[in-house]
């Protein structure tokens, strides 16, 4: 640890002994968690159901706060924010995916994608450009008016990546992003994320897939009942 | 960085607040696509707020109007009956300046007649000679037509048309018992809150019919210090015929009887009228309540999805409060104008029934639309208010859980008794998914029983208020004819 300020500019993310214990006296879901993803890097996160990957998803996300530790997204201490201020570091900050999509079905895709972007104070113009940028990017620009409801699940995935990004986040989560697709379709997004990475997308991903995890991810970090187990080789971004 | 340059550059503030605005258009885009419940929310809504308003209307109508119509009027404590032939005016005057009278009128000249109407007797009528209606004790309210201002005319106490077959502006009322039978014509209606005298004419024409044969009387209004009780009133009627010579006082009507006859139909109203309003109102309570948090728990995953993207908990109250708000804002406000609109005939009938004249009902319904509008729209309001707050406060990723799945192990208890009594499986689903929410099943079953009770009641109400109205108005008519006729067969 000889750069240690170099190392706090590169990180995107910085957990420092993060524990959730969402009932007292319930063993903690997150267990004195540390760890770090520098700019640019793909980090698997992998481990058995209920060992505690999307609960620790959640408080990189700032969807969630931790019960002890500090959390560091994107230069900022969010594990004291309040909830608005949490809000609105989501907004502009990270971008989620996760693994049924949570797309609004009573708004088209265009206004699905184009919201995050209002909400981080774009008007309502410039965000219909970086939608239709982001629509023509997944491949999928000639469903902008359509409803989601109506769209097969790795088009509605491909939404939730345009939504995810539109405000060029420095950081995109993903839980379980192909857990709900087929196997060809999954490799399709897994495609496009590895994609998203080259072009320096930093990327936290959360798979039971083993194979995704391997043939995407330069790290993966393993959780077994909320500890970290293991971590992976580790290949600089 | 190789981040793409994405930098939302910062704007002054009315265009940063145009901005937050649209971001929370965009998050409720959805309304149209939401017709059925924004049809559904907004027709409880106007339902439960007109029912509240007609509620708070009867409430209004049942609040002592003749209180208000005697001290509008300044209406005579006690109205005393003299035999002029025993107390000079001089003498009556002079009780105007009694100890415990605070205001006084008269005497007026009083001819007491049978009279008939059309060719049809139309009962022996107290009418009384004054030169105009207004004076400082029994303001008498014209309703209809003018005050007499020649002999040949007179104004009836009562509703200014009370329907097929009875007196008219314009009829004829022939008076009987007097030589010659002369003729009056009706040119009005006019109401006194005590009923002083039956119908008013011109000071002339008293005296005219009283040289006709008519019992020649007069009578003294007056108003006292104190006269709350009968017994007070006994003291004050003892003092002014104490001020006069012995057989001068005929007789004395106090205003304690005439609040108990014109009240009297509102009496028997007054416990329906109170439990309909009630009802009426924690109805709206109940059904709003329930709809709106109802809306909440079915837009818990929207919610939460609203919360994951970054809206903060202020943005969502306001898009869930808009999304709620506007079809439940113009229900209410249809309500409001409903409610009136009903409360309208209502409040004219019960003015009727008090007979105290149509002054009650422009006061009341002006009164009633801005404070029955204020009332339920903060009635709505604290209503939506609370799902409001708690969608605001609710954690992203709950809601998101919570909306997506019914949470389990609430209700799992019923869930297997009512499993373990070898019902059909849908009928024991059924049965025991009431209890999964306990308290919107309580207000459901609370508002249901109110219902029922409310057209139980409705359909009780018509036929035993007939009757009971009809025995009130035999008992009712003895005392007065016994007071008219007790005096001239006195003397
Ligand atoms: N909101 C919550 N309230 C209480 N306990 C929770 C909550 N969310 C998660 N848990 C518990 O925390 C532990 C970790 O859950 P988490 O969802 O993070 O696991 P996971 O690794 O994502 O599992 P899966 O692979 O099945 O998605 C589990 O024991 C779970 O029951
Ligand atoms: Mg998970």
Redesign the pocket.
């Known amino acids: 640890m000889s750069g240690d300020v170099i190392r706090l500019e590169r990180d995107v993310i910085r957990l420092d002994g993060v524990t959730k214990t969402?009932?007292a006296g319930?063993p903690p879901?997150?267990a004195e968690v540390s760890m770090n993803v520098a700019a640019g890097e793909v980090v698997a996160v992998m481990?058995?159901?209920?060992?505690?990957?999307?609960?620790?998803l959640n408080l990189i996300a700032g969807l969630d706060r931790p019960t002890v530790g500090r959390v560091t997204v994107a230069g900022r201490r969010i594990d004291n924010l309040s909830e608005t201020a949490l809000a609105r570091f989501r907004a502009r900050h990270v971008g989620i995916i996760f693994q049924f999509f949570n797309l609004l079905d009573d708004l088209t895709v265009e206004d699905n994608v184009l919201l995050p972007a209002q909400l981080a104070g774009a008007s309502r113009r410039q965000a219909r450009v970086r939608a239709g940028e982001l629509l023509a990017r997944m491949g999928i620009d000639r469903y902008r008016n359509e409803y989601p409801a109506r769209m097969s699940g790795g088009q509605r995935q491909r939404v939730a990546i345009a939504r995810a990004l539109v405000n060029a986040p420095e950081l995109l989560l993903a839980?379980?992003p192909t857990g709900a697709l087929d196997t060809a379709t999954g490799q399709e997004i897994g495609k496009l994320l590895r994609q998203l990475n080259r072009d320096g997308q930093t990327l936290v991903l959360?798979t039971?897939d083993r194979a995704l995890a391997e043939r995407y991810a330069a790290r993966t970090v393993q959780?077994v009942d909320?500890q970290l187990a293991h971590s992976g080789a580790e290949v600089p971004a | 960085m190789n981040r793409p340059d994405v930098n939302w550059p910062d704007v002054n503030w009315p265009r940063a607040i145009a901005r937050w605005l649209a971001a929370i258009r965009t998050a409720t885009g959805g309304l149209r696509r939401h017709k059925l419940q924004a049809i559904v929310i907004g027709m409880v809504l106007l339902v439960s707020t007109a029912s509240a308003t007609l509620g708070l209307a009867l409430l209004a109508a049942n609040n002592a109007p003749f209180q208000h119509a005697f001290s509008a009027q300044h209406g005579a404590h006690v109205a005393v009956t003299v035999n002029t032939a025993r107390a000079r005016p001089a003498a009556l005057a002079a009780t105007t300046g009694l100890h415990g009278v605070t205001a006084a009128a008269g005497p007026f000249g009083t001819a007491t007649v049978p009279t008939q109407l059309g060719g049809q007797a139309f009962g022996q009528l107290t009418l009384a000679g004054r030169a105009s209606p207004g004076g400082p004790v029994d303001d008498v309210v014209l309703s209809a037509g003018h005050w007499p201002d020649c002999p040949g005319q007179v104004v009836l106490d009562g509703p200014a048309n009370p329907g097929q077959g009875g007196p008219q502006t314009g009829g004829t009322l022939t008076i009987r018992g007097v030589r010659g039978s002369p003729a009056l014509t009706i040119v009005g209606f006019a109401n006194s809150v005590t009923n002083t005298a039956d119908g008013w004419v011109t000071p002339g024409e008293v005296t005219r019919l009283q040289g006709l044969g008519a019992p020649a009387g007069a009578q003294m209004l007056y108003r006292f210090a104190s006269a709350g009780s009968f017994a007070q009133i006994r003291a004050d009627v003892t003092e002014v015929s104490g001020a006069l010579p012995t057989g001068a006082v005929t007789g004395a009507a106090s205003w304690l009887s005439a609040e108990n006859a014109s009240t009297g139909n509102g009496a028997i109203m007054e416990p329906f009228v109170v439990a309909f309003a009630l009802i009426g109102l924690i109805m709206a309570v109940l059904i709003v309540g329930n709809v709106v948090s109802g809306a909440v728990v079915a837009s818990y995953y929207r919610i939460g999805v609203l919360k994951s993207l970054g809206l903060t908990p202020a943005q969502v109250m306001v898009a869930y409060l808009g999304r709620i708000g506007w079809p439940a804002l113009a229900g209410c406000l249809a309500g409001v104008v409903a409610g009136n609109f009903l409360a309208i005939p209502v409040l004219s009938d019960s003015a009727s029934v008090y007979g105290v004249g149509r002054q009650q009902v422009p006061w009341w319904a002006s009164v009633l639309a801005p404070a029955g509008m204020l009332a339920l729209t903060a009635l709505t309001a604290l209503a939506a208010l609370g799902p409001a707050l708690r969608a605001g406060r609710l954690s992203a990723?709950?809601a998101i859980?919570a909306g997506r799945a019914p949470r389990t192990g609430r209700g799992y208890a019923a869930h297997r008794i009512a499993a373990r009594l070898r019902l059909p499986r849908p009928v024991g689903i059924g049965l025991a998914a009431p209890f999964a929410r306990p308290a919107r099943t309580a207000v459901s079953l609370a508002a249901i029983a109110f219902g029922a009770t409310a057209v139980i009641f409705a359909f009780g109400l018509n036929s035993s208020l007939g009757r009971a109205a009809q025995s009130q108005t035999h008992s009712a008519t003895v005392p007065v004819q016994i007071q008219q006729n007790g005096p001239a067969r006195a003397r």
């Open positions: 969402y009932q319930a879901a997150v481990g058995p159901s209920g060992s505690g990957k999307s609960t620790l839980d379980e959360v039971h959780l909320g | 990723v709950q859980a």
